[in-house]
């Protein structure tokens, strides 16, 4: 898929742009706060109908003006695809080819972006909620029924603690029998979402390795982790069977709820289930957290976005749009080249990158377009 | 406009009915006052006497007038299944189907902690009290909501019923029979492709 024409209307610093787009590789060059990242944020906004810096969208109007427009034109197998987004006091209203859509989760799978940003490098430090957060973002695009499946689970838990803390507090009518069709259920919708990034990371692990050996230009292997206390131990040839897993999943998980429940009515808690897992980035079996440098926590970051891409791709048959902030400081000459050389290997329709200076810029002379960006405003350069 | 203070009474109180808002609530009010003084009166009359003589059922917490409802008294039903819903609504629903002829028990909630209804706070008591005084119920079938309250409640439901050994069914989840498949949402259409059957 490729971003054909983009128009942007009271957009962050953009109050009126149109401009239209190369298959490739688009470089944007400007100078600090001149509006390279806002550009990206509107392009990755309308693949995915969410902003990667704010939850708050009206953040995303221009100052003193009521209403953002943001419409594009993109293609995708041979069709084009127009899209438009009204973002106002109200919310947001988004059209697909002049029809309005109701659901994000159908919008995934015609239009999408993989972005990194420079605060995806928090990934591997920030707090496993933060982890949760993204990977199952990550994972929606493949499975549409995940965003019901988790907002179920959190209901179930939230109706679990607040029994716990009855039955810890001896509130009237709150006893552990009354435990039973929540764990009943815990565990059922808890086993869909532990099957579903088990298996986003099983599928992830094999592009990972490729991808950093590729542009750390090293034989070091990261390895992505679930960790988690409910999967049954890895036997590899049943390692991603449907049925058969489930079944010893919630056996587990149904034996782990037993343990803990002594426990649980103390703290008044959930303790077991997918919302206390994490995930973990090894690199040759040492935890990146703690032992890697800065430079390649950004290329597990980079390696783990071309992995989704390379995912989407193998699930949709399409390269999603690859958008990477800022993505030159901080690596070397080197790995900077062995970057875009991995990317134009990949064959990736299109992709977007910021960057201070043209000279920062590796194979600047090759396929690449340029465009300066100054003071909200776009020319070819 | 500065409305009378009758009439803005009346459409404060309408206004605490479900789905109705203020434009709903005033259409509504001048309705009302453009009524004939007998029809107006039939409504609030109707209002009252369902206040008054209406009550539950003794035995399945239906909506009566006397002790005990239309169906427990109705002795061309099966009084060996017992069909369980949440609301006198839902049992509505299920007898325009004329299909069930059995019995109800109506729970009058389902259970949800987050709420503070526990299983004494719904009409579970009186339900297992049918099931165990010698009345010859064989089945119960449990037709709470699919939402994960109404599962709850069947889950629960299920192992008392269970251990007074009596058989519990569910009902099935399922597509809307008549629609087009990719209407269904897909948390619907994996559950009914979890509970498949044989044909």
């Known amino acids: 898929m490729f971003l054909k024409e983009l128009s942007l209307r009271n957009f962050r610093n953009y109050i009126e742009l149109s401009i239209c787009f190369n298959k490739g590789i688009n470089i944007f060059i400007g100078e600090n706060a001149q509006g390279k990242t806002n550009l990206l944020e509107a392009i990755h906004f309308i693949h995915s109908l969410q902003s990667f810096r704010t939850q708050e969208e009206k953040s995303l109007i221009s100052i003193s003006f009521k209403d953002a427009l943001l419409s594009a034109e993109a293609e995708r197998g041979g069709s084009i695809i127009n899209v438009s987004a009204l973002l106002d006091d109200k919310g947001k209203r988004v059209k697909l080819n002049g029809k309005k859509i109701g659901k994000t989760s159908e ?95 099983e599928q ?7 991808f950093f050996q590729s542009i750390s230009k090293s034989s070091k292997r990261p390895i992505l982790i679930y960790e988690t206390q409910l999967l049954p131990p890895l036997r590899d040839e049943e390692a991603l069977s449907g049925v058969n897993m489930a079944d010893e999943i919630k056996g587990i998980f149904r034996l782990s709820l ?8 103390r703290y008044g808690h959930t303790l077991v289930g997918p919302h206390r897992d994490d995930f973990q980035f090894l690199i040759d079996d040492q935890k990146a ?26 699930a949709f048959s399409e390269y999603p749009v690859l958008l990477l902030d800022d993505v030159f400081s901080e690596l070397d000459e080197i790995r900077a080249e062995a ?25 600047s002379n090759k396929r690449c377009s340029f465009y300066l960006i100054k003071e909200g405003t776009v020319r070819p350069y | ?34 009524m004939d003084d007998s029809e107006a009166r039939g409504i609030a009359r109707a209002i009252v006497d369902l206040k008054e003589k209406s009550r539950f059922c003794s035995v399945c917490n239906n909506i009566t007038e006397a002790e005990i409802c239309e169906i427990c008294s109705d002795p061309m039903r099966d009084r060996k299944k017992i069909l369980v819903i949440e609301e006198p609504s839902n049992l509505l629903a299920i007898e325009k189907t004329k299909e069930y002829k059995g019995l109800y ?37 449990i037709a709470t909501n699919p939402t994960i309250e109404g599962e709850a409640t069947a889950i629960y439901l299920s192992r008392l019923i269970k251990s007074a050994g009596i058989k519990a069914t569910r009902i099935a989840y399922g597509v809307p029979v008549g629609s087009d498949l990719e209407y269904a949402d897909e948390v619907t259409l994996i559950k009914s492709l979890e509970g498949r059957r044989d044909i």
């Open chain 1, 204 to 210: 992830i692990k094999p592009f990972l390795e490729k």
């Open chain 1, 339 to 363: 970057l875009i050389e991995q990317i134009f290997d990949m064959d990736i329709e299109q992709v977007f990158i910021t960057a201070a200076k043209k000279e920062s810029v590796p194979f």
């Open chain 1, 258 to 265: 037993s343990e803990k429940s002594r426990e649980e009515l």
């Open chain 2, 1 to 34: 406009m500065a409305q009378a203070g009758v009439l803005n009474r009346l459409i404060e109180e309408l206004m605490r009915l479900p789905g109705i808002g203020q434009k709903t609530a005033q259409r509504l009010a001048f309705f009302l006052l453009k």
């Open chain 2, 105 to 141: 028990h109506v729970l009058i909630g389902a259970l949800s902690p987050l709420d503070g209804i526990g299983p004494k706070d719904i009409k579970i008591e009186g339900l297992m009290q049918r099931l165990s005084n010698g009345h010859g119920v064989e089945e119960v079938i």
């Open chain 1, 289 to 314: 957290k703690t032992t890697a440098s800065q430079g390649q926590h950004r290329m597990i970051i980079l390696s783990l976005k071309l992995s989704e891409a390379a995912l989407y791709k193998e």
């Open chain 1, 107 to 201: 919008f995934l799978s015609r239009l999408f972006a993989i972005t990194f940003s420079p605060d995806d490098l928090f990934l591997i430090k920030d707090l496993p909620s933060e982890r949760r957060r993204y990977f199952d973002r990550a994972i929606l695009p493949h499975s549409p029924s995940y965003l019901k499946t988790s907002a179920r689970y959190d209901s179930i838990l939230e109706h679990r603690n607040r029994l716990l803390k009855d039955i810890r507090d001896a509130k009237k009518g709150a006893d552990t029998a009354a435990l039973t069709p929540w764990n009943e259920q815990l565990i059922e919708e808890g086993t869909r979402i532990l099957l579903k990034r088990h298996q986003f990371v």
